[in-house]
């Protein structure tokens, strides 16, 4: 479940979806950006927000029915 490419590359009428960050990755480096603007955030735990950033990005996903 990662919801396909984020930016395919298109040739004429032809999409490459082997290109490109997936959706999902798209999704969570959105959500990272968010929480790293909390400043009451403990941004010692880098884990910590990249498994919340990925929740956010697979609720987002799971949202869209994919």
């Given at each position: 479940?990662n919801?396909?490419?984020?930016?395919p590359y298109v040739?004429g009428?032809?999409f490459?979806?082997?290109t490109?960050?997936?959706?999902?990755d798209?999704?969570a480096?959105k959500?990272m950006?968010?929480?790293?603007?909390?400043?009451?955030?403990d941004?010692?735990?880098r884990?910590?927000?990249?498994r919340?950033?990925?929740?956010?990005?697979?609720?987002?996903?799971?949202?869209?029915?994919q």
């Amino acid at each position: 479940m990662n919801g396909g490419p984020a930016f395919p590359y298109v040739c004429g009428e032809k999409f490459d979806y082997g290109t490109g960050m997936s959706l999902r990755d798209y999704f969570a480096a959105k959500a990272m950006q968010t929480l790293l603007l909390d400043d009451n955030y403990d941004f010692s735990d880098r884990d910590l927000i990249a498994r919340k950033a990925y929740a956010f990005a697979d609720a987002m996903l799971k949202e869209r029915g994919q």
